[in-house]
């Protein structure tokens, strides 16, 4: 009875949906503000008949109600209750409908929170949202029905992917997903903005707060995803350039972009064309990722369906929703006349290059991510595009966009002289300056471009550090003058301090641990010791053990160095009960300069065990960096400017009431 009433709730949502994309469109239209009243209870009604479907598909996971084809297919009694709940989302139908209630999550907020937009923007924001969701909800229920019926009920499950059922995937998804769709709001703000003909500095503050949340969910998702595969696969990388990899990072790059290109907006009346175009990419780039993880396009341990009929239909919804929004682009967008000028070097300017830069790299992940795909749709061969083709179109763009990044913020508006602004970043030159010296002293071995890393990642960090100084007048003023600034410093302000300053240390992170990375493989057998960047290995063997619902190979290693203690590790293999599959889970020490990292395999004739032993410098600063980053982005967003909704002062209302 459950299933029913959550397919039941999934088919209201539909026409509730229905209801909200069309009456308040039209009352926007004409001016009929009950119409567009319709808005706000819909959105609310829609997220909570949402809420109720999610509800239902969760409670047959944890019943394991196997008269369910969803549950049977990614359930088994024998798992543990945190992978029971991450199963709802593990798989094609509840991860759509996962997505449905996000989406419909931020439609509700701004019904909630956005009662300071105008009613017309308002109305339409919210119809265009639900336009979106009416896609998802017929692609739910005429392909991908989550609460499809089993019979006759089969005494147990088929069990979960043994890879997603571990704590860094149960997170990921949502996470990632909460950032995708979380650019839709930015989408639907743009084709409101479009159809009312109308972008300015209100506009652009209204959608910032909604792109910087979504910027903050997918760069924790990215990253939480890229920590699995660290710990996870055993093969002692981050990043794979793996296309599905690629599909949440286009957005970034394109959201990226997107963030800067409102401030421009917002502070200087420009650029207003160029920052619609980029919000209706960014969403575009999402439902991208959505095709390829969906379609059956791509085989990889990141996708979930297979079957060529939904591929077709999310690719006809990806037909409708970009071709329609460009064209709707192509129509209203030249009306969008920007009154802010400025001069090539300027703050605008810095930001236009950012942009430029953002743009062109996720163009550059985007043709490697599609072209193996194009050429063997028409019969060209199957090829390979992997990371050699990145890092060499990737990293060359990088390098003059950090570059930039340490000089844009202290250019001046409108107009700027570059001269002054690199006379205060001589601190920032001689650190680089410095670093680059020390690391090539240090990694005599390594290739040239990670010296250039690092000296990137001092040179930035540096100066943020001196437009932190300037800002705040330090060593120009007395000492409690420039604590006074630094008090008052707007949290926005901190912010963008703290988002670049965790850059710099995610610059270096990825630098240390792409160019020194020391692997060593080999059979050991117990008392056999090997030595990888000065550090010895000792193994002292392996045992066996059981788990909740698998089989456990856990081996033992000591690190010692210069003959001393520094920790024990105890990697394990795990072969699953069920599926009979094996995972892998890395043992890890980290310390300030590097992980030791260590992977025990199968035994062989001779009684060794295959190890995979590294040493990865430098790739904790990667994790902390991009933590920064992410408390960077909230703490701006708790910025009361940056907040949809925010309340009125206190004593403007009372001079308000005062004056009546």
Request: net charge positive; aromatic share 12%.
């Amino acid at each position: 009875m459950i299933p029913e009433i959550g397919h039941f709730a999934l088919i209201l949502a539909l026409l509730v949906a229905f209801v909200q994309a069309t009456m308040p469109m039209v009352g926007a239209h004409r001016g009929n503000q009950a119409w567009m009243a319709i808005a706000r209870p819909a959105a609310l009604t829609q997220f909570g008949l949402v809420a109720v479907a999610f509800g239902c598909l969760t409670q047959a996971y944890v019943t394991s109600d196997f008269s369910v084809l969803n549950v049977f297919q990614n359930s088994h009694t024998a798992k543990p209750l945190l992978y029971k709940i991450s199963g709802v989302w593990g798989n094609h139908e509840g991860s759509l409908l996962l997505w449905v209630m996000i989406l419909s999550l931020f439609g509700s907020a701004v019904a909630l929170f956005g009662t300071n937009l105008p009613p017309g923007l308002r109305a339409r924001v919210l119809g265009v949202q639900a336009m979106i969701a009416l896609g998802f909800y017929l692609f739910m229920l005429l392909t991908s029905n989550p609460f499809e019926r089993l019979s006759p009920v089969p005494l147990n499950g088929s069990d979960l992917n043994p890879l997603l059922q571990d704590p860094g995937l149960a997170f990921h998804p949502p996470m990632l997903y909460l950032g995708y769709v979380g650019f839709s709001m930015a989408f639907s703000f743009a084709i409101a903005a479009l159809i009312e003909g109308r972008v300015d500095a209100a506009w652009a503050r209204w959608v910032r707060p909604w792109a910087l949340a979504a910027w903050c969910f997918l760069t924790a998702g990215i990253t939480l995803g890229s920590w699995w595969a660290y710990y996870e696969l055993g093969w002692g990388g981050w990043w794979f350039w793996d296309p599905v990899e690629n599909a949440s990072f286009m957005p970034w790059l394109a959201g990226t972009a997107l963030l800067h290109s409102s401030t421009v907006v917002e502070k200087r009346d420009t650029l207003k064309g160029w920052t619609i175009l980029l919000a209706i990419v960014t969403f575009s780039l999402s439902l991208l990722g959505t095709f390829l993880v969906r379609s059956g396009v791509l085989t990889s341990v990141h996708t979930f369906a297979t079957d060529p009929a939904r591929g077709i239909f999310i690719l006809g919804l990806l037909i409708v929703v970009i071709g329609g929004s460009l064209a709707l682009f192509a129509w209203r967008g030249p009306a969008l006349v920007s009154t802010g000028v400025f001069q090539p070097i300027s703050r605008e300017g810095a930001l236009l290059f950012n942009n430029l830069v953002m743009t062109t790299a996720a163009a550059a992940v985007l043709l490697g991510t599609l072209y193996p795909l194009l050429l063997d749709a028409i019969g060209g061969g199957k090829v390979s595009v992997g990371a050699p083709f990145f890092n060499a179109v990737f990293i060359p763009l990088m390098v003059p966009m950090i570059v930039a990044m340490a000089v844009g913020p202290l250019l001046s508006w409108k107009r700027a002289d570059m001269k002054p602004a690199l006379s205060r970043l001589w601190a920032a030159g001689g650190v680089m300056i410095v670093a680059m010296i020390a690391v090539w002293a240090v990694e005599t071995d390594g290739p040239f471009m990670g010296i250039v890393g690092i000296g990137l990642a001092a040179w930035l960090f540096m100066g943020i550090l001196s437009e932190l100084a300037g800002r705040i007048r330090l060593l120009q003023g007395s000492l409690s003058e420039s604590l006074s600034r630094l008090r008052r410093t707007p949290r926005a302000a901190w912010g963008m301090t703290l988002a670049h300053l965790g850059l710099a240390i995610t610059i270096a992170g990825m630098t240390g641990a792409g160019a020194w990375k020391v692997e060593s493989i080999q059979a050991m057998k117990p008392g056999d010791r090997v030595s990888v960047a000065g550090y010895d290995f000792v193994f002292d063997g392996a045992r066996s053990g059981t788990g909740p619902n698998y089989s456990i190979l856990s081996g033992t290693f000591r690190v010692l160095r210069d003959g001393q203690l520094v920790t024990m590790l105890y990697p394990e293999k795990r072969v699953y009960n069920v599926s009979q599959q094996p995972t892998t889970e890395a043992a890890i020490h980290t310390t300030f300069l590097g992980d030791l990292y260590a992977v025990v395999g199968d035994e062989d004739e001779t009684g060794a065990f295959v190890t995979r032993l590294y040493f990865n410098p430098l790739v904790g600063w990667m994790w902390a960096g991009v933590l920064i980053m992410v408390f960077g982005g909230v703490l701006s967003l708790s910025d009361r400017r940056h907040r949809v909704g925010a309340p009125k002062k206190r004593g403007a209302g009372l001079a308000q009431a005062a004056s009546a």
